[in-house]
């Protein structure tokens, strides 16, 4: 079975490729910003893909749209509120294929909360979301690919957050960091069926959203190749981790933040 680049993309060029059952992914949080850029990815490496959203109904159904016309591939919109204790089961009821070969567990939210500010309500909106809701879609994701016997991939995005520790975000590392560790235990128990459960660690993203505008000047300062991660990056990424070409890479987790957390000093003894 055989790889190759073209266009940035890691494309199948086996016969089963062209088998008569739709390659499919599915990827939480992709109504905007990262989610999107990677359903882009995955649409023009022939995916089907299954776009859910939990609040930005109408931007996804048009991006939905946009892609299917870009693509001529098949793109769904779930709606699902991961704020709720049981958004993943509500989420995997609208699932609206009949196999499933990537989930991408996306979905996630950033409050940033000193721990002496920290509330009941922030607390479980951000523990839902970004823990009990990705733990839960990475078990129906997997039930799926056991009962179809399909060798899948499951990707998580976690954050370089789960190897740092800057002032207020204390929540939103720990639960990145809990995602690492779930990557790990996913790995090692799905390994039987041939799913691998691989995590990518991303640093600041370049969603293209406006309000992400104003951490860039000094953001950049801090990160050695003075660059934010591309979202079409982290899509590439996971076609790379979907494909014969890591066949034997699991429960890893792929750190792309310019080398932020690599870094043990100040920026300017690095010449940064």
């Known amino acids: 079975m055989a790889y190759y680049m073209e266009n940035s993309i890691w494309r199948n060029t086996s016969r089963s490729a062209a088998r008569s059952i739709s390659r499919t992914a599915l990827i939480t949080g992709a109504g905007s910003g990262l989610g999107r850029g990677i359903a882009r990815v995955l649409v023009l490496a022939g995916y089907d893909v299954a776009i859910h ?11 939905a749209a946009e892609l299917m016309e870009l693509s001529g591939q098949r793109v769904e919109t779930i709606v699902a509120d991961l704020s709720k204790s049981d958004g993943a089961e509500e989420l995997f009821k609208q699932f609206p294929f009949d196999n499933l070969d990537i989930f991408v567990n996306n979905a996630g939210v950033t409050m940033g909360t000193p721990l002496l500010d920290m509330t009941q309500e922030i607390f479980d909106r951000m523990n ?3 823990w009990k809701n990705a733990y839960f879609c990475v078990q129906q994701a997997a039930k799926i690919m056991v009962e179809k016997k399909t060798r899948g991939n499951i990707v998580i995005i976690s954050s370089n957050n789960h190897t740092l520790n800057w002032n207020g975000v204390s929540m939103y590392a720990i639960l990145k960091g809990a995602l690492v560790k779930l990557a790990k235990h996913a790995a090692m128990e799905f390994a ?6 691989n995590c990518i660690a991303p640093g600041w993203i370049n969603t293209g959203e406006a309000r992400m505008e104003r951490f860039k000047d000094t953001s950049l300062k801090g990160i050695p190749l003075k660059r ?4 079409s990056e982290i899509g590439e990424w996971i076609l790379f981790l979907a494909s014969q070409a890591s066949a034997s890479l699991t429960g890893d987790t792929i750190e792309l933040d310019g080398g932020v957390r690599i870094m043990s000093g100040a920026p300017e003894s690095y010449g940064l």
Not at 53 to 63: F, L, M, Y
Not at 228 to 231: Q, S
């Open 53 to 63: 959203t939990g609040s930005n109904e109408e931007r996804a159904r048009s991006h």
């Open 128 to 130: 839902n979301i970004n």
């Open 192 to 197: 039987q069926y041939g799913i691998r459960v």
């Open 228 to 231: 934010w991660v591309e979202p």
